[in-house]
């Protein structure tokens, strides 16, 4: 018993010096980079994270990268902090750690810091997502998507913010989102697009509950759409009956209600290729043998709508991601 307790008191010895020593070890490279002396201070930062890797020390590894990172971006040295945030993923990657949200949320602050036209931006949310998917084969975690889709639309980068929205569970974000790119960005004409479109790819990714709250929002938010349903504009009538339609699962339904609003759906070369991916998903129709079309195009319909089946039949999962621009 008393050796016992004597190597507990050892232990958490050791446990004060080593945090002691991270704290001093800290303190030093701050007064580097408050002197300037940026060069050296981000190679020890180097240093000490591989020496804390090479000792299993991950957390430690982490947390240090993590601060030091956000130390640089406050200085503006945007290269040495990008640098740093990647050794925290790299930290994430090897440790093996269970995705959580605070982790989520680290990666989202370093991700906001970094200059938007950056390279090093896209590799570290592309290295991001794909950690945080889990090794699942997911296109990333739907928090951390909502996290990337909220900082892209403080920066206006509205397309973008679109994409990473479609990949999370935030419909009515992805409403409010788009109501603001309507109004800021497009036509009165088409106020229904914007909706439109975010409402077939949410279905096409199998997401029946956000298409139906961003099109409920979307529709009594935007400051050009009158109370309805129905609508004044016959596109935001047909997307109001496709999604009664879903919930119904009827083919004939579905059938009658794409044929009535072609005038519409043509509005969109896109709208058809969607429907026939949600007919597939909804109502048992048989996948097409060929596209209809060609070339580009047909390359961008392959890589939204194929992307499931390429991975095989037994991937084919309620929640199996189709990639969408």
Same mark, same amino acid.
């Given at each position: 018993?008393?050796?016992?307790?004597?190597?507990?008191?050892?232990?958490?010895?050791?446990?004060?010096?080593?945090?002691?020593?991270?704290?001093?070890?800290?303190?030093?490279?701050?007064?580097?980079?408050?002197?300037?002396? +940026? +060069?050296?201070?981000?190679?020890?930062?180097?240093?000490?994270?591989?020496?804390?890797?090479?000792? &299993?020390?991950?957390?430690?590894?982490?947390?240090?990268?993590?601060?030091?990172?956000? @130390?640089?971006?406050?200085?503006?040295?945007?290269?040495?902090?990008?640098?740093?945030?990647?050794?925290? #993923?790299? &930290?994430? *990657?090897?440790? *093996?750690?269970?995705?959580?949200?605070?982790?989520?949320?680290? #990666?989202?602050? @370093?991700?906001? #810091?970094?200059?938007?036209?950056?390279?090093?931006?896209?590799?570290?949310?592309?290295?991001?997502?794909?950690?945080?998917?889990?090794?699942?084969?997911? @296109?990333?975690?739907?928090?951390?998507?909502?996290?990337?889709?909220?900082?892209?639309?403080?920066?206006?980068?509205?397309?973008?913010?679109?994409?990473?929205?479609?990949?999370?569970?935030?419909?009515?974000?992805?409403?409010?989102?788009?109501? *603001?790119?309507?109004?800021?960005?497009?036509?009165?004409?088409?106020?229904?697009?914007?909706?439109?479109?975010?409402?077939?790819?949410?279905?096409?990714?199998?997401?029946?509950?956000?298409?139906?709250?961003?099109?409920?929002?979307?529709?009594?938010?935007?400051?050009? !759409?009158?109370?309805? =349903?129905?609508?004044?504009?016959?596109? @935001?009538?047909? !997307?109001?009956?496709?999604?009664?339609?879903?919930?119904?699962?009827? #083919?004939?339904?579905?059938?009658?209600?794409? *044929?009535?609003?072609?005038?519409?759906?043509?509005?969109?070369?896109? +709208?058809?290729? +969607?429907?026939?991916? !949600?007919?597939?998903?909804?109502?048992?129709?048989? =996948?097409?043998?060929?596209?209809?079309?060609?070339?580009?195009?047909?390359?961008?319909?392959?890589?939204?709508?194929?992307?499931?089946?390429?991975?095989?039949?037994?991937?084919?999962?309620?929640?199996?991601? !189709?990639?969408?621009?």
């Amino acid at each position: 018993m008393a050796a016992a307790a004597m190597a507990e008191q050892e232990s958490a010895r050791n446990g004060a010096r080593n945090r002691g020593g991270v704290q001093r070890v800290e303190g030093k490279l701050r007064a580097s980079v408050e002197k300037g002396d +940026y +060069y050296e201070a981000h190679q020890m930062y180097r240093t000490l994270f591989f020496r804390y890797m090479s000792q &299993s020390k991950h957390t430690e590894a982490r947390e240090l990268m993590c601060s030091g990172a956000l @130390l640089f971006f406050s200085h503006g040295q945007q290269n040495s902090a990008a640098d740093l945030s990647m050794l925290v #993923l790299e &930290s994430l *990657e090897k440790a *093996e750690v269970e995705v959580a949200d605070e982790l989520l949320e680290n #990666l989202a602050k @370093l991700f906001s #810091l970094m200059d938007p036209n950056s390279p090093e931006r896209v590799a570290f949310v592309s290295r991001a997502l794909k950690w945080s998917s889990g090794g699942s084969g997911k @296109l990333g975690h739907p928090r951390l998507h909502q996290l990337l889709a909220l900082t892209l639309w403080k920066e206006q980068n509205y397309c973008e913010s679109r994409y990473h929205f479609l990949h999370s569970a935030d419909g009515e974000g992805c409403a409010h989102m788009l109501v *603001e790119y309507s109004t800021s960005r497009g036509f009165r004409s088409e106020v229904d697009m914007f909706v439109a479109q975010a409402v077939l790819q949410f279905l096409c990714l199998k997401n029946k509950s956000s298409a139906s709250v961003v099109f409920t929002t979307y529709t009594q938010k935007h400051p050009s !759409i009158e109370n309805g =349903p129905p609508f004044v504009q016959p596109l @935001l009538n047909f !997307i109001w009956f496709l999604l009664l339609a879903v919930d119904g699962g009827k #083919l004939t339904v579905f059938t009658v209600l794409c *044929e009535q609003y072609q005038p519409s759906l043509r509005r969109d070369p896109m +709208y058809n290729e +969607y429907l026939d991916r !949600i007919g597939q998903l909804f109502f048992g129709v048989p =996948p097409k043998q060929t596209s209809s079309y060609g070339g580009l195009l047909g390359n961008l319909l392959s890589s939204l709508m194929g992307a499931s089946e390429q991975e095989g039949d037994d991937s084919q999962d309620d929640s199996s991601p !189709i990639e969408l621009d």
